[in-house]
């Protein structure tokens, strides 16, 4: 694995990561490749057994962390957004995981049905003894009549998640040990983000892509992506900054899929690829920039200063709740 890596996330765009039968050794290998990077699965936590969670777990160091996205109190709270999930064996193993050497983070979408209780989820992932909660503010919400859509304080102001995260410190002997990695990663990505924002000071977008807030994307299919947002079909999709201008899917990334199917080639040769150079070029081009991209990183000072917070990765953003 290259020592430029600092980050790989685990994470079910669709589906769980932790479904893969594979995912144990998987993250063994990497982690025997490169032991200075950090691995972050995220999960719901549901269904897999005592013993596959130790296996997993044994594998993880303070680098790591493990992100349980549960967004109820109980059993039945729970399954409101996160349908067949078990209350019994996500709590098993945040138990567990909060036990290992890895960082756990306890993170919470913010719909109708919990938004009165999320001081009693808090203290109820603090009393699990996790490292930390987030609180997150989603912008996917339908119109009035989503039955999930909370209140307007509590959806995000821009097209994308807003986070506030508590740390609780639970372990302080842990916490210290994962200070070298984050402090890494949080350098890098004020570096690069310090760098874009010149060079593209005058330009419509800011592309997230380019210091690592959203990195590379890899879905289950095998196809590789700047980042997840670009990733999925939609139709016919306004842009949010050119009048009258639409795109589809095949417009904007689908046309290359084949050319970054990891199948037929290798990671190398898609990200050596001179097509790269016009995709970039599309970012300053008013008629074909991507309208994914002018959703999620339009340059201007609204999305800047919400998206600053979000670099750091361990800050104390929480709002009072």
Same mark, same amino acid.
């Given at each position: 694995?290259?020592?430029?890596?600092? %980050?790989?996330?685990?994470?079910?765009?669709?589906?769980?990561?932790?479904? $893969?039968?594979?995912?144990?050794?998987?993250? #063994? +290998?990497?982690?025997?490749?490169?032991?200075? !990077?950090?691995?972050?699965?995220?999960?719901?936590?549901?269904?897999?057994?005592?013993?596959?969670?130790?296996?997993?777990? /044994?594998?993880?160091?303070?680098?790591? =962390?493990?992100?349980?996205?549960?967004?109820?109190?109980?059993?039945?709270?729970?399954?409101?957004?996160?349908?067949?999930?078990?209350?019994?064996?996500?709590?098993?193993?945040? *138990?567990?995981?909060?036990?290992? %050497?890895?960082?756990?983070?306890?993170?919470?979408?913010?719909?109708?049905?919990?938004?009165?209780?999320?001081?009693?989820?808090?203290?109820?992932?603090?009393?699990?003894?996790?490292?930390?909660?987030?609180?997150?503010?989603?912008?996917?919400?339908? $119109?009035?009549? #989503?039955?999930?859509?909370?209140?307007?304080? +509590?959806?995000?102001?821009?097209?994308?998640?807003?986070?506030?995260?508590?740390?609780?410190?639970?372990?302080?002997?842990?916490?210290?040990?994962?200070?070298?990695?984050?402090?890494?990663?949080? &350098?890098?990505?004020?570096?690069?983000?310090?760098?874009?924002?010149?060079?593209?000071?005058?330009?419509?977008?800011?592309?997230?892509?380019?210091?690592?807030?959203?990195?590379? @994307?890899?879905?289950? *299919?095998?196809? @590789? @992506?700047?980042? /997840?947002?670009?990733?999925?079909?939609?139709?016919?999709?306004?842009?949010?900054?050119?009048?009258?201008? =639409?795109?589809?899917?095949?417009?904007? !990334?689908?046309?290359?899929?084949?050319?970054?199917?990891?199948?037929? +080639?290798?990671?190398? *040769?898609?990200?050596?690829?001179?097509?790269?150079?016009?995709?970039?070029?599309?970012?300053? &081009?008013?008629?074909?920039?991507?309208?994914?991209? =002018?959703?999620?990183? +339009?340059? $201007?000072?609204?999305?800047? *200063?919400?998206?600053?917070?979000?670099?750091?990765? &361990?800050?104390?953003?929480?709002?009072?709740?």
């Amino acid at each position: 694995m290259s020592e430029h890596v600092l %980050r790989m996330t685990f994470s079910g765009g669709v589906g769980d990561p932790i479904y $893969n039968k594979h995912l144990p050794e998987i993250v #063994d +290998y990497l982690k025997k490749k490169n032991d200075r !990077y950090q691995q972050v699965i995220v999960t719901n936590g549901s269904y897999r057994s005592e013993s596959w969670w130790k296996n997993l777990l /044994s594998t993880l160091t303070e680098n790591d =962390e493990i992100i349980f996205s549960i967004d109820g109190w109980d059993q039945e709270s729970n399954t409101n957004y996160r349908v067949g999930s078990s209350w019994d064996s996500i709590m098993m193993a945040v *138990e567990l995981a909060v036990q290992s %050497r890895a960082l756990v983070r306890w993170s919470t979408i913010v719909f109708k049905f919990n938004q009165a209780k999320l001081d009693t989820i808090k203290k109820l992932a603090e009393n699990k003894k996790v490292d930390s909660f987030h609180y997150v503010f989603s912008d996917r919400f339908g $119109n009035n009549d #989503d039955p999930l859509k909370p209140s307007e304080d +509590y959806i995000a102001s821009i097209p994308r998640t807003i986070r506030h995260k508590i740390n609780f410190k639970t372990n302080k002997e842990k916490f210290q040990k994962s200070r070298d990695i984050f402090k890494t990663i949080e &350098d890098k990505q004020s570096e690069l983000f310090s760098k874009s924002s010149l060079i593209y000071k005058n330009n419509r977008i800011l592309p997230s892509c380019t210091y690592g807030y959203r990195g590379s @994307y890899i879905d289950v *299919e095998g196809y @590789y @992506y700047p980042c /997840s947002w670009i990733s999925h079909p939609f139709p016919k999709q306004p842009s949010p900054i050119v009048e009258g201008k =639409e795109q589809v899917y095949w417009e904007t !990334y689908g046309h290359l899929k084949e050319r970054v199917n990891l199948k037929k +080639y290798s990671l190398a *040769e898609v990200l050596n690829h001179n097509f790269w150079k016009n995709f970039k070029a599309q970012w300053s &081009d008013k008629k074909n920039c991507p309208v994914p991209c =002018e959703m999620k990183c +339009y340059n $201007n000072k609204n999305y800047i *200063e919400t998206l600053k917070p979000s670099l750091i990765s &361990d800050i104390d953003a929480g709002k009072k709740i």
